[in-house]
């Protein structure tokens, strides 16, 4: 392989990996509920985390995803991501 084929690869690489990595640094997307599929509603979401200990702070929407911040029984707070279709659980970080 040439200097320049390497060359030319590493910039497609790297242009590649500029348009890549800031879309997935935002967090999870949740795909939209399908038609007809009733969503999870947050007040189930959060009265199934009170249930289990969390105190639930806020709760808000973000790129179609429910995002929970609560405090869980250590006194942590954490940040929890759920797929509203399903109730999934997507992400599970310490909040900052």
Known sequence: MTTRTLT???A???ALGAFVLPARADGPRCPAPAA???AVSTGTLQAKLES???RVLETEREHRCTVIVAVNDSGFPVELTYEPASGEMV?????R
Not at 91 to 95: M, Q
């Open 12 to 14: 497609a690489g790297l």
């Open 91 to 95: 992400r599970a970080a310490l909040h």
């Open 36 to 38: 007809g599929t009733a």
């Open 8 to 10: 030319a690869l590493l």
């Open 52 to 54: 289990m200990g969390y």
